[in-house]
């Protein structure tokens, strides 16, 4: 970054400064320069704006500035400099001085505006990648979570004789796909959260559309879950109605069915 030495303020001074801020406007420029000089930028900027508020001087506008950008307060230093060019009309130059600072701080400006844009840009990125990496946990989670069963009496009496609803193939069948479906919407539902978030920053059409896309396939997703848990829960009933258990033939069969502006599934079961 081109560095810009303090240029209008000529007095220098080494030793502690003493100052009151109810000083005048020209003992505050003088506490704030020696400020600079020890390195104190942060306060060095505040002093400065206290004298300019007591006297309007644009050029106190740049050293403003640069205070903030040797604090590394980018924007507050983008701010000033921005200002400082505002203001540049009101102050006397020497012939062909005024050109050359105008040229410097603009391009102090862009390096600015850059290194904003890059800050900003590594930050979204990173914010992304540990979202993207908590989805991942817990999509994992939910895929190697498994819920004990609570064993009563029939269920101790069923699988003794192998009868037990838990093995029967429809009820995992029909557990899976529940799940399968469960975390396929949580996990879209993630995807078109995020593509809101950046249609409403960006806005974008792609973003727009994808939004569509992922909202209609949480809907689709989280139906079919549904779906899928009414069917194992239906199952569970009537299996547990039938005291026999001594039937073996049974089927379970869900059809999806997509048309242009609606979803459904039809679900059989046979026991």
């Not at 890059?118 to 992304?128: C, G, Q, S």
């Not at 004990?148 to 009868?163: H, L, Q, S, V, W």
Request: hydrophobic share 40%; glycine share 4%.
């Amino acid at each position: 970054m081109t560095t810009i030495k303090i240029i209008f303020i000529s007095l220098v001074f080494y030793s502690t400064p003493v100052f009151s801020r109810n000083g005048t406007a020209a003992d505050l420029k003088k506490a704030a320069l020696i400020l600079y000089q020890n390195k104190k930028y942060n306060q060095a900027a505040e002093i400065f704006l206290e004298s300019f508020r007591k006297k309007f001087d644009a050029r106190i506008l740049f050293n403003i500035a640069q205070c903030y950008r040797l604090g590394n307060d980018n924007d507050n230093a983008l701010k000033y400099y921005k200002k400082f060019l505002e203001n540049i009309g009101k102050i006397s130059f020497p012939e062909g001085k005024k050109e050359n600072i105008i040229k410097a701080t603009r391009k102090t400006v862009i390096e600015l505006e850059n290194k904003i844009a890059a800050i900003k840009h590594e930050k979204e990125v990173r914010e992304k990648l540990k979202r993207e990496k908590l989805n991942r946990v817990k999509e994992k989670e939910l895929q190697i979570k498994k819920v004990a069963p609570i064993m009563t009496a029939d269920d101790k009496k069923n699988k003794n004789t192998g009868e037990s609803v838990w093995g029967r193939w429809w009820f995992i069948t029909g557990s899976s796909l529940a799940v399968s479906f469960t975390v396929a919407g949580i996990f879209t539902g993630i995807q078109a959260l995020n593509y809101k978030n950046k249609w409403e920053t960006e806005w974008k059409t792609s973003d727009r559309d994808n939004l569509k896309l992922y909202m209609n396939l949480t809907d689709i997703f989280i139906g079919s879950a549904l779906v899928a848990s009414a069917a194992v829960i239906t199952g569970v009933i009537l299996y547990k109605k039938d005291d026999s258990h001594g039937s073996t033939e049974s089927s379970f069969s869900i059809t999806p069915l997509f048309t242009q502006n609606a979803f459904s599934m039809n679900l059989q079961l046979k026991f």
